[in-house]
């Protein structure tokens, strides 16, 4: 299964390597953090720290191409925080969103280095 | 408007996908020069540098809880200068958010939405259409 698709990405940068590296290169360093704010939210049932990471993960879905289905379950996370709510299959969101963004940095992170080696 | 006659956007935003992508957008435009901030502070020790437009993310502070929110930040802009004319961007499509906006004196609110960069460069034509018209009556009224 893959998680990204770039089409809308090389659409807007009208196929320049360099600016599509720029956003995929920060993508990369904002989404690790993210997933761990995410967790530690949860963790600690520190609602808005939960709502905050996930509310900053959602417009990068989008642009990264992911399914409207991963950016849905982040939306159903966030009702979950914002009505401060430990509610059953919560874990299980968080568990499942944290593996989606694992992936997608795991293939775009594949991307950039292709991209790097055309430039090279 | 600046003097050499680009146009000086300043885009805010603590997400760094959306602010890069933001500024491949407008950059391509030959008028514009753009500067990117992450944070509503460094935003406001730049105001200096005399921007057009400002481009203001709402929600700021989600993940740094110290950090300025946006509304904050918009109004030490309409502090520092009112006629700076500010829209908002943010991933929330509510009625309360946009409204509390206007209150602010934001220019306009934008959803970051896929369909939001094409607005934005709307809002920003008739931003400087609005500029024009309001200088041109104001010769007209001196001259009444």
Redo the contacts between chains.
């Keep these: 299964m893959k998680y990204t698709d770039l089409g809308?990405?090389i659409q807007?940068?009208k196929n320049?390597s360099e600016?599509i590296m720029?956003?995929i290169s920060?993508?990369l360093?904002?989404t690790p953090?993210?997933i761990l704010?995410m967790k530690r939210g949860l963790q600690d049932k520190d609602w808005?720290?939960l709502h905050?990471?996930v509310?900053?993960m959602?417009?990068?879905f989008?642009?990264?191409g992911m399914s409207t289905d991963f950016e849905n379950m982040a939306k159903k996370i966030l009702e979950y925080a914002r009505n401060q709510q430990q509610a059953e299959g919560l874990s299980e969101l968080v568990a499942q969103l944290e593996n989606v963004c694992t992936q997608a940095c795991k293939e775009l992170e594949t991307e950039f280095n292709k991209f790097k080696e055309t430039q090279s | 408007m600046n003097q050499d006659k680009k146009i000086k956007i300043f885009l805010v935003d603590?997400?760094?996908?959306?602010?890069?992508?933001l500024e491949?957008?407008l950059i391509d435009h030959a008028d514009f020069a753009i500067e990117t901030y992450p944070t509503g502070e460094k935003c406001i020790a730049h105001l200096s540098h005399a921007p057009d437009v400002i481009i203001l993310d709402y929600?700021l502070d989600?993940?740094d809880?110290n950090a300025m929110n946006g509304i904050e930040a918009l109004d030490k802009i309409k502090a520092f200068n009112p006629d700076i004319p500010v829209v908002m961007l943010s991933?929330q499509d509510k009625i309360e958010v946009a409204i509390n906006c206007m209150h602010h004196r934001a220019f306009d609110y934008v959803v970051?939405?896929?369909t939001a960069?094409m607005r934005l460069q709307q809002i920003i034509s008739n931003i400087f259409k609005y500029k024009k018209m309001e200088k041109e009556l104001n010769w007209y009224m001196d001259r009444m």
């Design positions: 809308y990405l807007r940068t320049n600016m720029g956003v920060a993508y360093e904002q953090p993210l704010a808005n720290t905050a990471a509310h900053k959602i417009p990068s989008a642009i990264m | 603590d997400d760094a996908v959306y602010l890069k992508l491949i957008e929600h989600g993940i809880k991933s970051k939405s896929e960069f």
